[in-house]
């Protein structure tokens, strides 16, 4: 069962663009959502996060979006610059209450920005 | 830099064989999490110890184990290995039981090659 899915799977912006990801999930439980983006070779690098008590939460040029009723999140990346080209994931968890706190991710976006 | 390290950062073996995958959180951090990375499956959360003691587990095969010693570092044991191991491992630390309470951060992975 795949509790977080993410689209698309891969992204190709101009730069200067919007790229926007969406990520979707069933569990009512979660209420922690970051996103990391992860460069080939390297780890995952956390980006932003979000709790459900907002709406949104915006750092430079990286936005996170959620819409609690629809069970919907996403990140949009504003002026997209060809350096941000990397493999974005979102991701969920439990942060408070129970005694696991694992993230669940999604599948991952392939985003390209063209120069 | 995460402040995570793992080694080794590459491992080729062979069928059948056992080997062990180390993880030094970050300075203060409790909380070490094991994820494996593959294409067909994306990031899976393995296991999860908390101040030596573990918390939580995920989709951790049985050949597999990991235990946190008392300077918080940790090591995951791979045995009786098959070809579909071969993947990236990361472990990523945390200052609490994460989640909400404290992000995540992983370290560079260690990628593990099974011929």
Known sequence: ?115 | DSGVTQTPKHLITATGQRVTLRCSPRSGDLSVYWYQQSLDQGLQFLIHYYNGEERAKGNILERFSAQQFPDLHSELNLSSLELGDSALYFCASSVLWSGAGGEQFFGPGTRLTVL
């Not at chain 1, 709406?55 to 350096?83: C, V, W, Y």
């Open chain 1, 1 to 115: 069962q795949q509790q977080v899915k993410q689209s698309p799977q891969s992204l190709i912006v101009q730069k200067g663009g919007i790229s926007i990801i969406n990520c979707a999930y069933e569990n009512t439980a979660f209420d922690y959502f970051p996103w990391y983006q992860q460069f080939p070779g390297k780890g995952p690098a956390l980006l932003i996060a979000i709790r459900p008590d907002v709406s949104e939460k915006k750092e430079g040029r990286f936005t996170i979006s959620f819409n609690k009723s629809a069970k919907q999140f996403s990140l949009h990346i504003m002026d997209s610059q060809p350096g941000d080209s990397a493999t974005y994931f979102c991701a969920a968890s439990r942060g408070s209450g129970g005694s696991n706190y694992k993230l669940t991710f999604g599948k991952g976006t392939l985003l390209t920005v063209n120069p």
